[in-house]
């Protein structure tokens, strides 16, 4: 039973470099979340999907940010010209749409994470 | 906005102690309401879920929580506190089954001997 996976684990950067994370859900999940924990902090929810559908983004989610999904499968977050303020661990979780599942409510389920450092 | 509380950002508690761990939501609709774990350098699990079925609610790991409406609380407890428990945990609500999840800031619990 394979979960939810993220590469890079890590990632340390210097500012104004690009990086791009790539998260691949749970196989059958049609639905994946990108969000973003920094230190001391909750979850804080950035975008997403709907098959490759983008159906909601955050007010965090600045111009620098952009995901895709784009055969509905795997997913990546590119973030440009990196800031000292990108630093964070940033989640995607996975999950079933509820729309014709019979439940009232599909669990997400959460990646291990990547851990961003910008220098 | 759905938004949740959680009070007390640290919580001590010695093994075999009841563990308590507060959360309060704020919402204008039915709420679903969730307790996350996460272990250092590792995601988020879900711990229970409350989605308008029973107000008690019995999670993984010997947790439960129990939803009160008129204190707007889903407060978290387990009976005897393992060294095991000693975590960060975070309550969460959505508006709808499927939405994004709203988390609060955190209780990081700590297990002493």
């Known amino acids: 039973d394979t979960g939810v996976s993220q590469d890079p684990r890590h990632k340390i950067t210097k500012r104004g470099q690009n990086v791009t994370f790539r998260c691949d859900p749970i196989?059958?999940?049609?639905?994946l979340y990108w969000y973003r924990q920094t230190l001391g902090q909750g979850p804080e929810f950035l975008t997403y999907?709907?098959?490759?559908?983008?159906?909601?983004k955050s007010r965090l989610l600045s111009d620098r940010f952009s995901a895709e999904r784009p055969k509905g499968s795997f997913s990546t977050l590119e973030i440009q010209r990196t800031e000292q303020g990108d630093s964070a661990m940033y989640l995607c979780?996975?999950?079933?749409?509820?729309?014709?599942?019979?439940?009232?409510?599909?669990?997400?389920?959460f990646g291990p994470g990547t851990r961003l450092t910008v220098l | 906005a759905q938004s949740v509380t959680q009070l007390g950002s640290h919580v001590s508690v010695s093994e075999g102690a009841l563990v308590l761990l507060r959360c309060n939501y704020s919402?204008?609709?039915?709420?679903?309401l969730f307790w996350y774990v996460q272990y250092p350098n590792q995601g988020l699990q879900l711990l229970l879920k409350?989605?308008?079925?029973?107000?008690l609610v019995k999670g993984i790991n010997g947790f439960e929580a129990e939803f009160k409406k008129s204190e707007t609380s889903f407060h978290l407890t387990k009976p005897s506190a393992h060294m095991s428990d000693a975590a960060e945990y975070f309550c969460?609500?959505?508006?709808?089954?499927?939405?994004?999840?709203?988390f609060g800031k955190g209780t990081s619990l700590l297990v002493t001997p």
């Open positions: 409350y989605t308008s079925a029973a107000t």
């Open positions: 999907f709907q098959n490759e559908a983008q159906l909601e």
């Open positions: 196989s059958e999940h049609n639905r």
């Open positions: 919402s204008s609709v039915p709420p679903y």
């Open positions: 979780a996975s999950s079933l749409s509820p729309v014709g599942s019979g439940l009232s409510y599909n669990e997400q389920f």
């Open positions: 969460a609500v959505t508006p709808n089954s499927g939405y994004a999840l709203n």
